[in-house]
């Protein structure tokens, strides 16, 4: 392991050639673009291949065939381009084909799509959010063990911020063997043999004359394993100071790093503010944020965005505490990145307001 100065595309790009991932496509889009140009510049150097696709349509098709076939995969855009992903992505899930999906959002305007997911069907992405760059590489690495562990596409999110946020991390030189293929993977030497593996959204049973496909069965099995995969993945989230919190703040990503600030500086005037930050999204720290907040006079949710995380914080809380949104979606004006005017300053007078209101 050796410390660099890198920009936090870079950390996203060798955060996932660490973990093993050799394919990778996407269409360029801010704040995505320089993840992709870094993916192309790592990939063939172990043996790997970078695409760069003629639309998010095509990249995630040929995410698909890679991850299919056994290899690890990648791809990702921000929030438009993955609009047109989610039929394929939620076929990935009714098919059992596991890959990570990188949403490198504009604000936070992607929480509902990220979490509730656009596409067709009971499917459910586990979504994982690093605070910044520094976090990424063990993020990545988990995303792609749980792509494998329980064979369904999952996103990591990420921002303008991360993506253009120049870092010191630790990055390894030594590049791992990629894991063997799992059994179930496809390779074409069945093909032929009448035992052919088959990887299809519609199930493992082929079609024959006078044999359908028995859609309830496969659906059923798709439902029991989207339960088990919620139930295997332990909700994380990182608390600060929320013993004897009055007011609680509720943030992740970039937004967390704004709020972690400003429980520091209100701390030190002698004010009672914890934060809850969600690390995973879905499935969601619920017991973590009820925790945090029994005993709280106000739960403020704290997000790039017209209010959406607030609904899982609202769900978690479930009356015990009062819970408001601070803030809206903030922006410069090319969407692109964080409004100038979101600030620590600006926060910690929307939280003293809060204190002296509430």
Not at 298 to 327: C, F, H, R, T, W
Request: charged share 20%.
């Amino acid at each position: 392991m050796s410390a660099r100065l890198v920009e936090g595309s870079e950390a996203f790009a060798q955060a996932m050639v660490s973990a093993g991932c050799r394919f990778f496509a996407g269409y360029p889009m801010t704040p995505f673009t320089e993840v992709l140009e870094h993916m192309a510049a790592a990939l063939p150097t172990v043996g790997g291949v970078c695409m760069n696709a003629e639309s998010e349509l095509e990249a995630v098709g040929m995410v698909w065939g890679a991850a299919a076939a056994g290899t690890r995969a990648a791809t990702g855009s921000t929030g438009q381009g993955l609009s047109l992903m989610q039929e394929s992505i939620a076929e990935a899930a009714l098919a059992g084909i596991g890959f990570v999906v990188l949403n490198m959002a504009r604000g936070q305007g992607d929480y509902f799509q990220a979490t509730r997911g656009g596409g067709h069907g009971d499917y459910r992405t586990p979504v994982l959010a690093p605070s910044g760059p520094a976090e990424v590489s063990q993020l990545i690495g988990e995303a792609f063990d749980l792509a494998d562990r329980w064979r369904n596409p999952v996103m990591v999110v990420g921002d303008y911020y991360m993506a253009h946020t120049w870092v010191d991390v630790e990055l390894s030189e030594d590049y791992p063997e990629p894991r063997s293929a799992p059994d179930w993977t496809l390779d074409g030497s069945t093909g032929g043999t009448g035992g052919a593996k088959l990887v299809s959204p519609l199930g493992t049973t082929k079609q024959r004359d006078g044999v359908g496909y028995d859609l309830a069965a496969h659906y059923a099995h798709a439902d029991q394993q989207r339960e088990a995969m919620a139930a295997g993945i332990t909700p994380r989230a990182e608390t600060t100071q929320t013993e004897d919190a009055e007011i609680l703040l509720v943030a992740y990503g970039t937004m967390a790093r704004y709020a972690e600030s400003v429980v520091a500086m209100l701390r030190s005037e002698g004010h009672a503010v914890g934060l809850v930050r969600p690390i995973t999204l879905w499935p969601y720290p619920e017991r973590q944020v009820a925790e945090a907040a029994a005993g709280c006079r106000l739960v403020a949710v704290y997000e790039n965005n017209a209010g959406q995380m607030i609904d899982d914080v609202k769900l978690s809380v479930l009356g015990v505490a009062p819970v408001v949104g601070l803030n809206g979606y903030r922006t410069d004006s090319s969407a692109f990145g964080i409004s100038p005017d979101v600030s620590v300053e600006q926060l910690a007078a929307s939280v003293r307001e809060l204190l002296e209101t509430s």
